[in-house]
């Protein structure tokens, strides 16, 4: 009953920008948290940056001073905006939403996006 949407990968050149997007739809009460992962080719998919409630984004350390992970908006909605795009940064980007449904449930449900590519080459 949760959609995960991703948007915004493409080719871009080193030192370049890309903003990524996810929208979550369908039977949500509120979004708990919402990550970005990757995962790059012969590598396992690692987090990037998370946003959760109640805390500080997190990322990892090699974007670190990078990358900004926005908050849910009101779409349940986040943004990823990646600045200074190293050829390492170049992965399938994907979407992860922690969900609570209902007022009336407990314990959380995680959804993923179906990922968006992104590319950096000179």
């Known amino acids: 009953q949760v959609h995960l949407v991703e948007s915004g990968g493409g080719l871009v050149q080193p030192g370049g920008s890309l903003r990524l997007s996810c929208a979550a739809s369908g039977s949500i009460f509120r979004i708990n948290a919402m990550a970005w992962y990757r995962q790059a080719p012969g590598k396992e998919r690692e987090l990037v940056a998370r946003?959760?409630?109640?805390?500080?984004?997190n990322y990892a350390d090699s974007v670190k001073g990078r990358f900004i992970i926005s908050g849910v908006n009101a779409n349940n909605t986040v943004n990823l905006q990646m600045n200074n795009l190293k050829p390492e940064d170049t992965a399938v980007y994907y979407c992860?939403?922690?969900?609570?449904?209902?007022?009336?449930?407990?314990?959380?449900?995680?959804?993923w996006g179906q990922g968006t590519q992104v590319t950096v080459s000179s």
């Open positions: 946003t959760t409630s109640g805390s500080f984004p």
């Open positions: 992860n939403a922690d969900v609570r449904k209902t007022l009336y449930t407990t314990g959380h449900d995680y959804y």
